[in-house]
């Protein structure tokens, strides 16, 4: 049995052309335009690309976005400065300082920085503590662990009870997502590069959520037949046939995994697309919560 492809490009359409429709009931009903303010500090091309795409989109759905591109020798100060004027600007509803910082830059003490109501990241550490503990809810859930939890929706995967691994332990996707699963009463375990027999916990795995940074890690050999599995991510294997002589592939063996899973994130067209989607939905958040408290 061929596992069901998890589309994340058309759930992310979806959801984006929900937010443009939200963003165009609330210029016609009170003059407003939320407005999305990106801080890029240098000119690395991968962050450069990650904003510019970011951009586009905000433009799709009528979002405002106000892009601040920063030398890449700027102070702390400097740059701490940029993001308190952005926490004092009315039209700015959310705030994005693109990572990672050059290494000079106190990368916790930039977030911490950040408004706690325009954090439409999700990593101030208020949110991110909300995140942990049970009862509590944050005002903005991280972009990426959030889209993970939609495409789990939208696939019809039952996350209530199941058993669930996370391998990865990042503080931008691994534990965000594990700290949601749990919320959402799944059993999780992390796992990491010093766990002992990895497939051990794959198998037993109801969902694999795989956000560890290792070409194609996980194989079909190493998961439970009808498991959901969620790819975050994205790696470069040489491919002469292509024009740029390698293409993207995932954490996941893919050809081996969708012959044993019940259902499966591809790379690219999964999880990617899903990260700026939900970014826009917390524009939108942040601007609904300005309404409300003006």
Same mark, same amino acid.
């Given at each position: 049995?061929?596992?069901k492809?998890?589309?994340?490009q058309?759930i992310?359409?979806?959801?984006?052309?929900?937010v443009?429709?939200?963003?165009?009931?609330?210029q016609a009903?009170?003059g407003?335009?939320?407005?999305?303010?990106t801080?890029?500090?240098?000119?690395d091309?991968a962050?450069?690309?990650?904003?510019?795409?970011?951009?586009?989109?905000?433009?799709?759905?009528?979002?405002r976005?106000i892009?601040h591109?920063l030398?890449a020798d700027?102070t702390q100060g400097?740059?701490?400065?940029?993001?308190?004027?952005l926490n004092?600007?009315?039209?700015v509803?959310?705030i994005?300082?693109?990572?990672?910082l050059?290494?000079?830059?106190d990368?916790e003490?930039v977030?911490?920085?950040?408004?706690l #109501?325009?954090d439409?990241? *999700?990593?101030h550490? +208020?949110n991110i /503590? $909300?995140?942990?503990?049970k !009862?509590?809810?944050?005002?903005?859930?991280?972009c990426?662990?959030?889209?993970?939890?939609?495409?789990l929706?939208?696939? #019809?995967?039952?996350?209530? *009870?199941a058993?669930a +691994?996370?391998? /990865? $332990?990042?503080n931008?996707? !691994?534990?965000p997502?594990a700290?949601?699963l749990?919320k959402?009463?799944?059993?999780?375990t992390i796992?990491?590069?010093?766990?002992?027999?990895?497939?051990a916990h794959?198998?037993?795995?109801?969902?694999?959520?795989?956000?560890? !940074?290792?070409r194609?890690?996980?194989t079909g050999?190493m998961l439970?037949?009808?498991?959901?599995?969620?790819d975050?991510g994205?790696?470069?294997?040489?491919?002469p046939?292509?024009?740029?002589?390698?293409?993207?592939?995932?954490?996941?063996?893919?050809?081996?995994a969708?012959?044993?899973?019940?259902a499966?994130?591809?790379?690219?067209?999964?999880?990617?697309?899903?990260?700026?989607?939900?970014?826009l939905?917390?524009?939108?958040?942040?601007?609904?919560?300005?309404?409300a408290?003006n």
């Amino acid at each position: 049995m061929t596992a069901k492809i998890i589309n994340g490009q058309e759930i992310a359409a979806e959801i984006q052309a929900e937010v443009q429709e939200a963003v165009e009931a609330m210029q016609a009903k009170y003059g407003y335009v939320p407005g999305l303010a990106t801080v890029l500090v240098g000119e690395d091309p991968a962050s450069s690309t990650y904003v510019r795409m970011k951009q586009k989109r905000c433009a799709e759905v009528g979002i405002r976005s106000i892009g601040h591109s920063l030398p890449a020798d700027i102070t702390q100060g400097d740059l701490e400065k940029v993001v308190a004027d952005l926490n004092a600007d009315p039209e700015v509803n959310g705030i994005l300082v693109q990572l990672p910082l050059p290494s000079h830059l106190d990368e916790e003490a930039v977030l911490n920085s950040i408004d706690l #109501g325009k954090d439409v990241d *999700g990593f101030h550490p +208020v949110n991110i /503590g $909300r995140l942990a503990m049970k !009862g509590r809810d944050p005002l903005f859930i991280p972009c990426t662990p959030y889209g993970v939890m939609v495409l789990l929706e939208k696939s #019809g995967t039952q996350i209530s *009870g199941a058993e669930a +691994v996370v391998l /990865g $332990r990042s503080n931008i996707v !691994g534990l965000p997502v594990a700290m949601l699963l749990q919320k959402a009463n799944a059993t999780v375990t992390i796992c990491h590069s010093r766990t002992k027999d990895l497939a051990a916990h794959t198998r037993n795995a109801d969902i694999v959520v795989a956000a560890i !940074g290792r070409r194609e890690m996980v194989t079909g050999d190493m998961l439970k037949p009808g498991s959901t599995v969620i790819d975050v991510g994205i790696n470069q294997k040489e491919d002469p046939t292509k024009k740029r002589g390698y293409r993207l592939v995932g954490d996941v063996d893919f050809d081996s995994a969708k012959e044993v899973a019940g259902a499966i994130t591809p790379v690219p067209r999964g999880v990617g697309p899903m990260t700026i989607a939900m970014l826009l939905k917390n524009t939108l958040h942040a601007a609904d919560l300005a309404l409300a408290n003006n």
